[in-house]
């Protein structure tokens, strides 16, 4: 599923990123999971604006599968090492965790769905000085 929003990584961007760590992976299945957040913060003391704080982050969530045994490793580095050695500390865990006889082994893939903005664009678009005379 791709998320689209101005504030995240385009559809295709975000296609390519999954499709690059999906051939670093020697699991069964693996799934990738890109959560992307766009935070700001203005902090008042005496009326007046003393902090403003605008932050923006792009999670990386890798599962990689072995037969039942489930693994999970996250990081926010883009880096190709950095994806590496996230994809391999996921199929490190699944390798030494647990069999799960439950598990049933992760959905079929669709990239194709989209989730819509949910947000206002007045909300993203947002400045301190606006939040400031609110």
Known sequence: MIVEHSSLLASAEARLLCERILT???ADQTEVLLIGT???LTRFARNQIHQNVAE????????????TQVGV??????SEEALQRTVERACD??????ENPDFNGL?????SAIVQNSLSE??????AAERARA
Do not use: K, W, Y
């Open 24 to 26: 670093m992976s020697h």
């Open 38 to 40: 766009a935070n700001q």
């Open 56 to 67: 923006r982050n792009l999670e990386i969530r890798i599962r990689t599968v072995f037969g």
């Open 73 to 78: 490793a996250t990081t926010n580095d883009t």
């Open 93 to 98: 865990i699944a390798m030494t965790g647990p």
């Open 107 to 111: 959905p079929s893939p669709d990239i």
């Open 122 to 127: 007045r909300v993203i678009q947002c400045q």
